[in-house]
């Protein structure tokens, strides 16, 4: 093996030594690209969206491999009949990657995404549910669970199998997140020899908060993991919380905490923690490219004499509504910031067609104009609000903010929190909740707030509106550092370290 010049490199000569005799099928809701109907007819590609496909865009330009996901737009239907479900090379450029849509019935994926992951998973794993109301575990979550859940985990496997038959190599077989726990017990059914390995990107709750649902459904969860060599998380905790629930809700499971691991069905199942990150290039690309600078222009009218600044999808888990409160008490308590102290807030729409989802923008939406009458004048309005899907435009607003606000109910990881510190040209000061992912690396220089403490996160406002510059650089130059040594590629490394140590 030459020596790697780089982190690419690196990654890149490891996966290539871990690859030699192993065949790697990556498994995901979403996709490393998705089609769209032209106004011609035609179908384009485009890069996919969302986390899992940014985190893993350094396997993409790097490795050979098969990715198998949902076909989500019409585009993607076509392109999958078009294809017969078959693995074809992307047509983007740079991209080596082959990929394989999946074409569940419509019906089939609406009981599995839009009823058993989303709300259901989501909220139960995001401690969003008020358990004496919700959720409602009826029939019709029951028939979701089974005729929806089920069945796309099983299309998914089933390609899985496929896509394994198509060469001599050992498969091995990278599952990513909530929607598809069941695929590793699946797998493991018809292709007992495979490597599977599965990260989940979401929080894993308490083994009392899964009890919520019901037996059959949590316990074939665990089950389903547990057949997997390497079930990866977000944060320490994670990894304590999915334990216990091996514990309490796999009947003859021996649970190895100083290990790590899981004994169970007669396969020793390791449990890591992989902290994700970012691609710490790419994102100060974005961040310095002309459009960038176009919005900072833009922006520049809007700030304060000292700006809060906070980017999150306008959901619940945000805690967005909190996180106002916390401002106006500080209005409340400081009149002298009132007129100089300005909120500029990055929204982005998310999961529009669910109720709570629509509930909880409107109550950030009642938040903002109570602020803003309460404190607006003619000249200053406190809280501006941009709702849109703009990442480029939210990088600018992060360049220029004295206070990041990030004070999430819990989060995985929260990426807001990494990118900040890597474009902001202020030294900000990060406020982060102790019960966001980050918060383990990233303590080293954020003011800690517990999501529910509005006056705690008042104060906390207060300090890093007021902290003296010498200081917010020292714990700017504290999390710029961490970030860029534990960087998304270092992510990726790990796993794939831990994987070939599996045969070592």
Known sequence: MQTPTNAHDSLKALADD???????????????MEYH??????????????GVVTALSGLTNHVDFTWIASAMS???????????????????????????????????????????????????????????????VDAAVYDAWENG?????????????????????????????????????????????ARI????????????YWELLPAMIRTAICDSLCQADIVGFQAPRDVRSFLGSCDAFLEGAVVDRTGSCVHYKGRTTLVRCYPISIDVDEVRDIANSPRADEYEQRLTPHLGKQTIVRVDRAEPSKNIVRGFAAYETLLDRRPDLRG?????????????HI?????????????????????????????EVFYENNYTQAMA?????????????????????????????????????????????????????APADIEGAARALDEALSMPPEERKRRADLMRDCIEREDITDWLRRQLIDLDALDN
């Open 355 to 383: 109720r709570q989802y629509q509930r909880y923008v409107e109550e950030v939406d009642i938040a903002i104009r109570r602020i803003n009458e309460r404190f607006g004048t003619d000249d200053w309005t406190p809280i």
């Open 37 to 50: 109907v032209a106004s011609g007819g035609e179908l384009q590609a485009r890069r996919g969206s969302g």
């Open 149 to 193: 859940y089920v069945h796309v985990n099983r299309e998914f496997a089933d390609a899985v199998v496929d896509e394994a038959a198509q060469t001599d190599a050992r498969p091995l077989v990278m599952v990513h997140d909530y929607q598809l726990y069941l695929v590793p017990g699946m797998v493991r059914e018809q292709l007992p020899h």
């Open 397 to 449: 607003g992060m360049r220029l903010y004295d206070v990041l606000l990030v004070n999430a109910v819990i989060d995985g990881m929260n990426l807001v929190a990494k990118e900040g510190p890597i474009v902001n040209r202020r030294d900000g000061v990060l406020i982060l909740s102790e019960s966001a992912g980050a918060y383990e690396q990233l303590r080293v220089g954020a003011l800690p707030v």
């Open 197 to 208: 390995h599965e990260f989940v990107h979401i929080p894993w709750p308490t083994a009392s």
């Open 340 to 352: 100089n102290v300005r909120f500029l807030a990055f929204l982005v729409p998310s999961r529009t």
């Open 18 to 32: 871990l690859l030699r005799d192993q065949r790697l099928i990556l498994v995901s809701n979403r996709g490393p």
């Open 74 to 136: 019409e585009g993607d239907r076509r392109a999958a009949r078009a294809n017969e479900s078959r693995a074809v090379p992307s047509p983007l450029p740079g991209q080596r990657v082959s990929v394989r849509f999946i074409n569940t019935p419509r019906r089939a994926y609406h009981k599995h995404y839009n009823i058993i992951c989303n709300p259901l998973l989501w909220f139960i794993q995001h401690y969003m549910w008020s358990s004496p109301y919700t959720p409602r």
